[in-house]
Structure formats: structure tokens, C-alpha cells
């Protein structure tokens, strides 16, 4: 039987890796195979944000890559991937992908994404937005790339940090189209 196309996570140097590891956390559940490329700051960001190191994660993925690794399989069109999701996506990494730059594997393989016509989620973790973020993600929501700002649901009243991170890391799974027990949607009350 052939391996399934995996979905391609990708995981820069902004503050949100929480939520990377969690949506890792369910693509593994899911059985999803995950091809993951993390960039050098994203590993500091990591052990600052989470005490792991980035080996921690090789447990959650089917293959890991560097960030300087262009001539990965995921940096072609030629090789099937499912999805990609890049969480958190700096700015920097947005704009790179919003203009055409693909000088890292992260942003080549964005690019393969948007060429191929595959689905591409972005997570900018990010406030305020300034004016060219908001018309760099204005560009990329154009081509079709979902932007998930990492906003937290407060309707479903979380009560700790790990709540709005499932829940986060729940709504990047919808859009990859992989099931999940992340978090509860919508509940309407009794009046």
C-alpha cells in the first residue's frame, strides 16, 4: 500500500509554538503523516515557550527537516502532499511568501503549496497587525491561503492557556480537513 501524502508543518520563530505542538499532537492521533520544517528561531522559541527541544518532536512526525534544506522532497511539486500549515507564521515568513521568496524550505514549500493549488493555512501570531502584514495576508487570501489569526474563542469560556491552545490548534485540524477532539464548537444556551 502506498504511504499517504503527508500534511507539511511548518514552524517559524513567532510566539504561538504551543499551538504547533499541539496541532502535531492531533495530526499524530489522527495518523496523518507529517513532514515537519522548522526554522532556526522556531527552536528557540520552542524551549522558551515549552522547555522542549525540537528532537521532542520527532515522536509526533514522520520525517523532520531543516529550514536551510531545499532540496527536501516537500520543496518540489512533483512529490504529493496533503496540506500545508505554517504555525506560527512571523511576519517575516508571510511576507517572503506573499512576494514570491523562497529562500528557506518553509517558504518553497509554501510556494509548492500555493503553485499546485494545495491547501495552505497560515497562523500569524501577531498584535497589532501594521499595514503591511494586513496587505501581505490581504495578497496571500486572495490566492486562495487560509489565514487563521491566532485569535482565542472566549464564548467557549477557557480557563487556561492550554484551553485556547486547543482550541487553536482544533481550528487549524478543521481546515486540514482531520477530525479531532480539540475542543467543543458552538453550543447555543438555554435562555
Known amino acids: 500500500m502506498a504511504e499517504k ?3 507539511v508543518v511548518g ?17 499524530k492521533a489522527a495518523r496523518v503523516p507529517v513532514a515537519l520544517v522548522t526554522s532556526e528561531a522556531a527552536r528557540a522559541v ?5 522547555d522542549l527541544e525540537v528532537d521532542a518532536l520527532d515522536r509526533l512526525v514522520a520525517r523532520r527537516y531543516d529550514d536551510d534544506d531545499l532540496g527536501a ?6 512529490r504529493p502532499t496533503r496540506a500545508m500549515v505554517v504555525v506560527p507564521c512571523s ?13 528557506t524550505l518553509i517558504t518553497r514549500a509554501a510556494h ?9 493555512v497560515l497562523v500569524p501570531r501577531e498584535t497589532p497587525l501594521p499595514t503591511t502584514l494586513l496587505r501581505n495576508l490581504t ?14 474563542a472566549y464564548y467557549l469560556r477557557p480557563v487556561s492557556i492550554d484551553d485556547a491552545t486547543r482550541y487553536l490548534a482544533g ?7 482531520v477530525p479531532h477532539a480539540l475542543y467543543a464548537g458552538w453550543r447555543t444556551r438555554p435562555e
Do not use: F, M, Q
Open 5 to 7: 501524502p503527508p500534511v
Open 11 to 27: 514552524v517559524t520563530g513567532a510566539s504561538g509554538v504551543p499551538i504547533a505542538v499541539r496541532v502535531l499532537e492531533g495530526l
Open 46 to 50: 520552542l524551549k522558551e515557550e515549552t
Open 73 to 78: 522532497p516537500i520543496a518540489s511539486g512533483s
Open 91 to 103: 511576519s517575516n515568513t508571510v511576507a517572503k511568501i506573499a512576494l514570491g521568496l523562497s529562500d
Open 112 to 120: 509548492v503549496h500555493l503553485k499546485e493549488r494545495r491547501p495552505l
Open 139 to 152: 495578497t496571500l487570501s486572495e490566492l486562495g491561503v487560509v489565514i487563521l489569526v491566532a485569535s482565542p
Open 171 to 177: 481550528k487549524v485540524l478543521d481546515h486540514l480537513g
